[in-house]
């Protein structure tokens, strides 16, 4: 029997069920007076009328090409008119194609025709048409408002409200969000190693797989690295899995990374990126010779208006302070004989023998492939030499990479054991140590490095604001460390400007270097103060003496 009427059903997900609307519209043309028999069906799963996704359009498209091609079909039938559309010129496109070729719609919801009974158009019925098409789309809008709003309540109130679990999370019984412990670690693991400053996002991928560390049983990706390092929700959502402090410091890391073109002159590693805060919210960021609040570059990149009166500082000066207040704060720490210590290299030492086990499984895995590839080459003869070669060399290579890794991590390991052998000698020696460790070059780019880890581990942050001491403009610079110490300096402009010669840089008002011609050295007196404010001791040079000599005899 030659079909008379097109049904058309459409669910906007693929999870949608379509048959009860297909039931219903049966039932409706029947009583136009088609039977079953007459009934042509186009029925489509996860065509989003609202995104005119690509199922969407193919099943406009399909809908036109099965009139066209079938001379006996000249009507159409809808449950409601949304079913054929929620966008109103895709509506008004598909009425235009009806009209012209003499097609006559039936529609459930609302109840109404296109055309006359003679073919022609139906005022009444392109009236009606136009009309709830625009309802249509208020509705749609509406429907989408509301459960946007659902979904905001919540997310606020840590209900699942759909789409994809984020990382870290799962679901309980009630549908209430709740910590993933095992991914949390993830999670707060790729923001701490980041904080560090020692990771772009490659190396920190392959540190973690480095750590058999995964997602879901796949391999940390780029995209996973830049969206949790980007994702608030990780520290200011009902369930934060980090501080927002230590977002912050990843914020202002990776800020400066994009901010600063690298150059062999800007591939440097600053010192205060990262620590070094603005009131007005933002991190500062190195460019060129100075330190920036990260609002005024970004405001003239972007012409974005932010209200920030943050000074600039020179690169030099505050890496100088930071240096100045770290090396006693390291010198403290090597000399602690606290278990703590002792524990988090032990800690160290755990994380690289999981590194050792994961690339000798990996070790393995290529000596299984080469022995199975010679096989296919050499017994079964599945492949020519040119190819059994090329294969060959790349997992020799990949194997002679892996080799090379279990090395450098068994090295590192003996390096660990040896810093637990130093935090258990006496405390004469250990200073002395220290004071010997502590002689980095702040102008080799591998000792800044190592600096800057010492900053990372010791110091809080950093700010830094304008004042006046007496008629002098200044920069209060406050270095915060991580036990709640305080260090302040003051920066005076107006010495710096007009009086070269002279110290421009205070400790609690005293100057911070003594000037003698062309020779700067640090103010003893200000050393002493900043070494007692720690819990330095300063050992006379007889303990000093003993000390150095029984380091001489046991090293």
């Known amino acids: 029997m030659d079909k008379r009427i097109l049904c058309i059903i459409r669910a906007s997900t693929e999870k949608q069920e379509t048959e009860s609307q297909k039931k219903e519209l049966i039932s409706y043309c029947e009583a136009k007076g088609f039977t079953v028999d007459e009934m042509a069906f186009i029925e489509v799963a996860g065509a989003s009328a609202r995104k005119l996704n690509k199922k969407y359009i193919q099943m406009l498209e399909d809908i036109k090409a099965t009139l066209l091609s079938s001379p006996t079909i000249k009507a159409v039938a809808l449950w409601d008119l949304n079913r054929l559309g929620r966008v109103e010129s895709k509506l008004h496109e598909m009425k235009e194609f009806f009209v012209a070729h003499k097609i006559q719609v039936y529609c459930k919801s609302p109840e109404f025709v296109l055309l006359n009974e003679d073919g022609t158009a139906s005022d009444a019925g392109g009236i009606v048409f136009s009309v709830f098409a625009s309802i249509v789309k208020h509705d749609t809008d509406e429907m989408f408002a509301k459960m946007n709003r659902g979904r905001m309540r919540n997310k606020e109130n840590g209900i699942y409200y759909g789409g994809q679990i984020k990382f870290g999370y799962t679901l309980d019984e009630t549908k209430h969000f709740i910590i993933k412990e095992e991914e949390a670690k993830t999670i707060r693991l790729i923001f701490e190693l980041y904080a560090t400053g020692k990771y772009s996002f490659y190396s920190l991928i392959d540190e973690l797989k480095a750590r058999g560390i995964t997602k879901n049983g796949k391999k940390i990706t780029f995209e996973m690295i830049q969206n949790a390092l980007s994702d608030e929700a ?25 901010a600063v073109k690298r ?133 020799k290579s990949k194997k002679v990479q892996t080799e090379s890794l279990i090395t450098n991590y068994r090295n590192e390991i003996n390096d660990i054991k040896k810093v ?46 304008k004042v006046m001491l007496g008629n002098h403009k200044g920069v209060e610079i406050t270095i915060i460390a991580k036990s709640g110490l305080s260090f302040v300096f003051f920066y005076d402009i107006w010495l710096s400007s007009f009086r070269k010669g002279e110290c421009n840089t205070f400790y609690e008002d005293k100057p911070l270097y003594e000037v003698n011609g062309f020779i700067k050295s640090m103010n003893t007196k200000v050393q002493n103060m900043i070494y007692e404010k720690i819990g330095l001791p300063l050992l006379s040079y007889k303990e000093l003496g003993e000390a150095a000599a029984e380091y001489a005899k046991t090293h």
């Open 263 to 395: 150059t062999k002159e800007t591939c440097n590693v600053n010192f205060a990126v990262g620590l070094l805060k603005c009131e007005c919210g933002n991190n500062f960021i190195a460019s060129g010779d100075y330190y920036t609040c990260f609002s005024k570059v970004n405001r003239k990149r972007k012409k974005v208006v932010v209200e920030c009166d943050a000074p600039v500082i020179k690169s030099d000066l505050l890496d100088d302070l930071l240096w100045i207040v770290t090396r006693p704060l390291q010198q403290k720490f090597l000399m602690q004989t606290d278990s703590q210590s002792v524990a988090e290299n032990n800690d160290k030492i755990n994380v690289l023998t999981v590194k050792v086990s994961t690339a000798q499984k990996e070790l393995s895995s290529f000596k299984d492939r080469i022995e199975k590839l010679e096989d296919a080459y050499y017994v079964e003869g599945e492949m020519d030499e040119a190819q059994f070669k090329k294969r060959l060399g790349i997992l």
């Open 420 to 465: 637990i052998e130093q935090l258990e000698q006496p405390i004469n020696d250990r200073y002395l140590q220290s004071l010997l460790l502590s002689n980095l070059d702040t102008e080799d780019i591998e000792d800044r490095k190592k600096i800057k880890e010492m900053m990372f581990m010791h110091i809080e942050k950093v700010t830094a604001k």
């Open 234 to 258: 990780y520290y200011n959502g009902k369930l934060p899995i980090i501080s927002k402090d230590l977002f912050d410091k990843c914020t202002a890391i990776k800020a400066n990374s994009v």
